[in-house]
Every structure is written in structure tokens, then in C-alpha cells.
């Protein structure tokens, strides 16, 4: 069963920075391409980045560009989420998910539970 789980949330001051990590078990991950989403209360879920199973494509929002990098370490079963820069409009539950497939197009195999990332002074 796919699961995944995601660490590295927390208070950071407008400005800093945080990594998050999205770590994977009983499934290679390395087989998936993985997301970033995050979401506010009363709002949808928005989709943040997302990496290749191989990691030679991702993509980012346009908000995020600049400033978040994703990358992934298959050997470690985890994916990233280098996040500098945070705004104050970056705070949100942030959820990773596995695709069905090894690009970014492929629908949703599994959800983490959510880290929260609160940016403020």
C-alpha cells in the first residue's frame, strides 16, 4: 500500500525559509511522479510542484516560481521541497501525492496526511 509522509512544516518569519520532505513507504517511489499541493481553509487544494519519477522534468505554480525548489533522492524513498522566500500568502497545510504514473499528468495513487507551514512575524 502506498503511503507517504511528510515532515519539515512549522513557524517560520516572513523571508526564511523551510524544507519539506515527503517520504515514501511500501511502494518505490522512485516508479512515481510526486506532487506538492497545499491548501487553506474554505479553500480548494492547489497544486504547488511536481516532479518526474526520474526527476529530469518539474514544474512549479507561478506563484511559488523563484522560490520553491522540488527534487527527489529515490535511493532515500523521499522527495523535497526546498521553500525560501516564504510570503506570508505561503501558509498551508502542504500535502505530497503519488501519481499513477511517472509524469506529472497521471491521476492521484496516494495523499500524505499534511504538514503545516505557517509564515509570519
Known amino acids: 500500500q502506498l503511503q507517504l509522509v511528510e515532515s519539515g512544516g512549522g513557524l517560520v518569519q516572513p523571508g526564511g525559509s523551510l524544507r519539506l520532505s515527503c517520504e515514501g513507504s511500501?511502494?518505490?517511489?522512485?516508479?512515481?511522479?510526486i506532487g506538492w499541493f497545499r491548501q487553506t481553509p474554505g479553500n480548494e487544494r492547489e497544486g504547488v510542484s511536481c516532479?518526474?519519477?526520474?526527476?529530469?522534468?518539474?514544474t512549479y505554480t507561478d506563484s511559488v516560481k523563484g522560490r520553491f525548489t522540488i527534487s527527489r533522492d529515490n535511493a532515500k524513498n523521499t522527495v523535497y521541497l526546498q521553500m525560501n522566500s516564504l510570503k506570508s500568502e505561503d501558509t498551508a497545510v502542504y500535502y505530497c501525492?503519488?501519481?499513477?504514473?511517472?509524469?506529472?499528468?497521471?491521476?492521484?495513487?496516494?495523499w500524505g496526511q499534511g504538514t503545516q507551514v505557517t509564515v509570519s512575524s
Open positions: 516532479i518526474s519519477s526520474t526527476g529530469d522534468k518539474s
Open positions: 501525492a503519488a501519481s499513477r504514473s511517472s509524469y506529472c499528468s497521471g491521476t492521484i495513487a496516494s
Open positions: 511500501g511502494f518505490t517511489l522512485g516508479d512515481h511522479a
